[in-house]
């Protein structure tokens, strides 16, 4: 386990991906929803640190977010957070998905957010202290996503691995088939590396014969998908959700028009 989220966060895939998930929670509104988050990382990122200036993914993601004007509605709820957590000022931090999650949780809302590495869910705990209705877990979130699936009320689940190892892909479409099998309410957004298309197209073939739900699923490709070494955009499969299609279309449209090199987007349901 090599993968560190601090070297990536705020890149382009988190702006994708956290955009997304917002706008998927206003959606589901105020009722009860119990979150739980697979992979969760350490909830809040240090922009000026050594992970981040190293890569420099920040800089051409949120910090090129932040000082744009036109950027679609959709990235509305992302930008005041990003604004709200940096005092309106310099974007230092930037929040992961526990951080996002546990701000825009409904009021009788639970979130269980699993983190495998332990100075990872060290800091995880820290960064959440003190919040009521959350709790964290130091263990495989594949796994504590079934076990802790409720059997009833809405349950979303965020699964974000790091694509680390081959069977990430085999364990997301395991975990989601378990995890409806024990409540058919079960919504779920999934983030995807693109590429390759063969290796996404193949794990959409297997989601879509192992799970029966209305899916979609949105592209954005920051450029040509020719070079299968490089993460070349990245994508997000929406299970069992509500109709996003538009917001979709404009977070992936703008990531890849604005900070892409001649990639695009594209947003098409699933049929299973
Ligand atoms: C892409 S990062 C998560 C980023 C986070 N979801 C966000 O949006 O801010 C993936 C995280 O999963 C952790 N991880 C890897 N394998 C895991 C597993 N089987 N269960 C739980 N966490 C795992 C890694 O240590 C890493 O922190």
Known sequence: ??????????????????????????????????????????????????????????????????????????????????????????????????????????????????????????????????RANVETLCADGYEAAVQRCRPRGRVLLLIDPPFEKPDDYGRIVETLAGARARNREVQALVWLPLKDLETFDAFLRHLEDAVEAPMVAAEARMRPLTDPMKMNGCALVLVNGPDLTSDLEDICGWVAEALGQGGGARVYPLSS
């Open 1 to 130: 386990m090599n993968y560190r989220h601090a070297f990536h966060a705020g890149n382009f895939a988190d702006l994708v991906k956290h955009a997304a998930l917002l706008r998927l929670l206003a959606a589901l509104g105020p009722a009860p929803l119990t979150v739980i988050d697979t992979h969760a990382g350490r909830g809040l990122y240090d922009l000026a640190g050594p992970e981040a200036r190293k890569s420099g993914e920040a800089e051409t993601g949120v910090v090129r977010l932040m000082a744009t004007k036109d950027a679609p509605a959709a990235f509305g709820p992302l930008t005041r957070a990003v604004a709200a957590l940096n005092a309106g000022g310099a974007v230092r931090r930037y929040p992961g998905s526990p951080w996002l999650i546990a701000e825009h949780l409904p009021p009788q809302g639970r979130y269980l957010a699993c983190e495998l590495r332990k100075e990872e869910h060290d800091a995880l705990k820290s960064a959440l202290k003190g």
